[in-house]
T-cell receptor, first 110, second 113 residues
Framework: SQQGEEDPQALSIQEGENATMNCSYK?????LQWYRQNSGRGLVHLIL?????REKHSGRLRVTLDTSKKSSSLLITASRAADTASYFC??????????FGKGTRLHILP | KAGVTQTPRYLIKTRGQQVTLSCSPI?????VSWYQQTPGQGLQFLFE???????NKGNFPGRFSGRQFSNSRSEMNVSTLELGDSALYLC????????????FGPGTRLTVT
């Protein structure tokens, strides 16, 4: 089974700064997705990057994928209080069931 | 279009009872996955249904079961509830899990007393 492992476990930054989270996985993937979860709520899909893509942007989000290193990073620029949440990566492979990692808890300080 | 809906949103049950949770996927989505989320174990995969067939299953005891109907709506059932089953149960739908993003419902918060 395929598990994404996020790093760091927790991150606190000042509002306006950039936040970077990393994800590592073990086997080959079809795509990798990032999700956000606000406290006690459902996950919200942020961005999907396919295995043949190296970088993708969506608003203030930038995701990179390095399949040779089996790693991905999520960059949130100009952070806002509303970005305070847990962030999960989900590496997808057609034949695997997905196991989410513990996520990165991001806290934006005012 | 309407998002994934889950009912009920909150539920309190007693140890030993059983519970059924419901999930209605986004229209056109045929895959429904269920997850259990607890503070200690994080987000754990329960099972996935695609076109009424269980396609994948996580490492949970047989007390946890599910099914999917022809309209893609899904239910999960937990029998003989234990205190440790207290959790947020999330369902997610997608067109086809391997290529499309998953859309999560708001979850059902189950408390077992």
């Amino acid at each position: 089974s395929q598990q994404g492992e996020e790093d760091p476990q927790a991150l606190s930054i000042q509002e306006g700064e950039n936040a970077t989270m990393n994800c590592s996985y073990k086997t080959s993937i079809n795509n990798l997705q990032w999700y956000r979860q606000n406290s006690g709520r459902g996950l919200v899909h942020l961005i999907l990057i396919r295995s043949n893509e190296r970088e993708k942007h969506s608003g203030r989000l930038r995701v990179t994928l390095d399949t040779s290193k089996k790693s991905s990073s999520l960059l949130i620029t100009a952070s806002r209080a509303a970005d305070t949440a847990s962030y999960f990566c989900a590496p997808w492979n057609r034949d695997d069931k997905i196991i989410f990692g513990k996520g990165t808890r991001l806290h934006i300080l005012p | 279009k309407a998002g994934v809906t889950q009912t009920p949103r909150y539920l309190i049950k007693t140890r030993g009872q059983q519970v059924t949770l419901s999930c209605s996927p986004i229209s056109g989505h045929r895959s429904v996955s269920w997850y259990q989320q607890t503070p200690g174990q994080g987000l754990q995969f329960l099972f996935e249904y695609f076109s009424e067939t269980q396609r994948n299953k996580g490492n949970f005891p047989g007390r946890f079961s599910g099914r999917q109907f022809s309209n893609s709506r899904s239910e999960m059932n937990v029998s003989t509830l234990e205190l440790g089953d207290s959790a947020l149960y999330l369902c997610a739908s997608s067109r086809d899990r391997s290529t499309d993003e998953q859309y999560f419902g708001p979850g059902t918060r189950l408390t077992v007393t």
